[in-house]
């Protein structure tokens, strides 16, 4: 009997004149962990949703536990034992934790009455299965990311699962919360359920998987076992070319005067007494765990929120930031951690999101705008940042997750800030867009005339890319370090730890 439970063959997949995948093929065998891999845009997310039968391909062969597809509908998929569990996770906020994982399964059984003890019962069940512990009448809208990921495989094992496939799981967790995951889904393993990991985080990679595959461009480049590989043939593999990255040292840096400054400033339930300064040439970096204060401190400085006290200072002189209309009188920017619902304007064109910010500027005396020097501007960023589009009157939402941080930085930069504060600004987006963006970063450095603060729990950012590093805890800065003091697993135990500050 074959221990191979998926086995994807030459599937093809069109939409218009574009090809998402060309003839690739995919070997998931029984109780393995698999990931792949690859870029936004490579035909990751399009393979997912054939397996799951929400596109049809165009040709190849599905072929699951020895029995062959041309290809499947969504209830098929779920009748052999396939699970999704999209980025989404498609969890009603509105819901209960109960409702949630068992009401669906309800409704696959054709449950004409709700029996409220059976979904108690069932929900119960499930969470146990898995080892967690999450109160079965909370509110699911209250809990936090990781707690809703854990819901979502909670639901999936009802159906008898036999593989679950999770598209980017750990794309907002903590590491804590990345440990947790990895914890269920390895015992789920134990249990002969096979894993479909999707990501593009190679450190993931190499902690849990057996075996990889890796997409380009809609191609198959590589499928191997995760042990016999190096990080730097898996960059090559994913993006076609040799990355390196080097610890950013501003060793230009002019310490005797001061682009950006915080003394002492305080928000309730936030942070307290926070002080820092930026200098010209370098990029300070601030990290910490999620609730840290990290997110209510970058808000503040943009004027989403209004400290209770406290002072900054632009260029040395003082300066009051209540809202974010203060904030761009100021020439201050702000790229956030969640581009969707804070970024972009996801019903408008590429065009449209680059010159918002500007929009002041396009103004012409009657009041219309100039939009033949907007279209000038938005494509001088898309050659200077790398943009990958087919035209600026596109849809923001035809781009990648990559490109489309490219158009949110852009529209910042477009400003001319003073002071541009960065959170998260590599959150799902992949190595090769991540790598231009960091390298767009420091030569903005480089230039001198621009306080650039860099805040993220992503700890190779934080580590490569800013030279000075404050640690966050509990709403207060708990240590100041060089980066090239520190290492991966030292920063690791001081953002956990929260050791005291230490001379730089």
Not at 256 to 272: A, D, P, Q, Y
Not at 329 to 341: G, S
Not at 389 to 396: A, R, Y
Request: hydrophobic fraction near 40%; aromatic fraction near 8%.
């Amino acid at each position: 009997m074959s221990d191979i439970l998926l086995e994807i063959k030459e599937v093809s997949k069109h939409f218009g004149g574009v090809t998402a995948l060309d003839k690739v093929g995919l070997t998931i065998r029984k109780g393995e962990i698999h990931c792949l891999v690859g870029e936004n845009g490579c035909g990751k997310s399009t393979l997912i949703k054939i397996i799951s039968g929400f596109y049809k391909p165009d040709g190849g062969t599905i072929c699951f536990d020895g029995q062959e597809y041309s290809s499947l509908d969504i209830k098929q998929s779920i009748q052999l034992g396939i699970q999704v569990i999209y980025q989404d996770m498609s969890i009603f906020p509105n819901l209960t934790v109960a409702e949630n994982i068992a009401m669906n399964y309800e409704l696959y059984n054709r449950r004409k009455l709700v029996n409220w003890k059976n979904v108690e019962t069932i929900a119960k069940q499930a969470l146990a299965h898995i080892g967690i512990d999450i109160p079965l009448h909370e509110s699911v809208g209250s809990l936090s990311i990781a707690d809703k990921q854990l819901i979502a495989i909670a639901r999936s094992i009802l159906y008898n699962s036999r593989l679950i496939i999770m598209d980017e799981p750990t794309s907002a967790l903590t590491r804590r919360e990345v440990d947790k995951l990895f914890k269920v889904i390895r015992q789920l393993q134990k249990e002969g359920i096979s894993i479909l990991f999707v990501s593009h985080k190679l450190d993931e990679v190499f902690e849990i998987a057996d075996q990889f595959t890796v997409f380009r461009n809609g191609r198959l480049i590589v499928s191997k076992e995760a042990k016999n590989i190096t990080n730097e043939q898996f960059v090559f593999y994913m993006t076609g070319r040799n990355i390196e990255e080097e610890y950013f040292t501003a060793d230009h840096a002019d310490v005797s005067s001061s682009l950006f400054r915080v003394e002492n400033l305080c928000l309730k339930n936030g942070f307290e007494n926070i002080s820092f300064e930026i200098h010209p040439g370098e990029i300070l970096g601030i990290t910490g765990l999620l609730g840290s204060g990290r997110t209510e401190l970058a808000k503040t400085l943009f004027g989403m929120y209004t400290a209770d006290s406290g002072r900054i200072f632009i260029e040395e002189k003082e300066v009051k930031i209540k809202s974010p209309m203060d904030a761009l009188k100021l020439k201050v920017a702000y790229v956030p951690e969640d581009r969707l619902t804070e970024g972009l304007f996801l019903t408008q064109s590429i065009e449209n999101n680059m010159i918002i910010s500007n929009i002041d500027r396009l103004r012409k005396k009657k009041g219309t705008v100039d939009f033949q020097r907007g279209n000038e501007d938005s494509k001088y960023w898309v050659k200077s940042l790398g943009i990958k589009l087919h035209e600026l009157k596109d849809g923001i939402q035809t781009l990648s997750g990559g490109n489309q941080q490219k158009v949110v930085l852009g529209k910042w930069l477009e400003t001319s800030p003073k002071v541009l504060i960065l959170n998260g600004p590599t959150v799902g987006v992949d190595i090769g867009a991540k790598y231009d963006i960091h390298n767009y970063l420091r030569k903005l450095a480089e230039e001198k005339t621009m306080a650039i603060l860099l805040i993220s729990d992503d700890i190779n950012e934080i580590l490569m890319n800013c030279n000075r590093i404050l640690i966050i805890k509990s709403g207060r800065i708990t240590g100041e370090y060089k980066n090239t003091d520190l290492d991966s697993s030292r920063l690791q135990v001081l953002i956990t730890e929260g050791e005291g500050a230490e001379a730089v």
